[in-house]
């Protein structure tokens, strides 16, 4: 049973454009969020993360947004650009619980120039 | 500073040969993590360790065995090489402490088992 849903395996925009990438869970227990960018050949990189206390945090171009009665949340990239292209993975943990992280499948995002 | 470092980076394998995958970490972190990486699927947490001594299973431990004799090695082994184990498998580490969330991933190490 998936607890960390990423809904769409793909997603295409424009350069200039905003990137709206989304995430589900379902364990109630879950109180940190982060969102990974992995390219080709390479391990995944922390992008951001976000505490269930809030329910935004921004890093630039990058915004996170939670919702927790939904048990929801996005991730958007305002301006998108090329070199944004990668598979984004949304992960959730539980604090001071077994310290696993669980990961979504993962939405490969497209920039077109 | 090397960080997380996976050897080796691409490995071909028999049905029922046996390897291991070396991982090391230079950032004196106590958690590392295995997992793998099917096409089109998330990562899958294989085993884990929270300390030099202590290694617990994760979600798909079958198949694996490792073992954390320091706090910089976590390497993963393979004892009976299966088609259904070819895959991309990436170790990472965090350090202890409150708010201490964030996994910091190795490069990867690509295995086909034919």
């Known amino acids: 049973d998936q607890q960390v849903k990423q809904n769409s395996p793909s997603l295409s925009v424009q350069e200039g454009r905003i990137s709206i990438l989304n995430c589900d869970y379902t364990n109630s227990m879950f109180d940190y969020f982060l969102w990974y960018k992995k390219y080709p050949a390479e391990g995944p990189t922390f992008l951001i993360s976000i505490s269930s206390i809030k329910d935004k945090n921004e890093d630039g171009r990058f915004t996170v947004f939670l919702n927790k009665s939904a048990k929801h949340l996005s991730l958007h990239i305002v301006p998108s650009q090329p070199g944004d292209s990668a598979v984004y993975f949304c992960?959730?943990?539980?604090?001071?619980?077994?310290?696993?992280?669980?990961f979504g499948k993962g939405t490969k995002l497209t920039v077109n120039p | 500073n090397a960080g997380v470092t996976q050897t080796p980076k691409f490995r071909i394998l028999k049905i029922g040969q046996s390897m291991t995958l070396q991982c090391a970490q230079d950032?004196?972190?106590?958690?590392m993590y295995w997992y793998r990486q099917d096409p089109g699927m998330g990562l899958k947490l294989i085993y884990y360790s929270v300390g030099a001594g202590i290694t617990d299973k994760g979600e798909v431990p079958n198949g694996y065995n490792v073992s954390r004799s320091t706090t910089e090695d976590f390497p993963l082994r393979l004892e009976l090489a299966a088609p259904s184990q070819t895959s991309v498998y990436f170790c990472?580490?965090?350090?202890w402490g409150p708010g201490a969330n964030v996994l910091t991933f190795g490069a990867g190490s690509r295995l086909t088992v034919l």
């Open positions: 992960a959730a943990l539980a604090q001071g619980g077994s310290e696993k992280l669980v």
């Open positions: 950032m004196n972190h106590n958690y």
């Open positions: 990472a580490s965090k350090p």
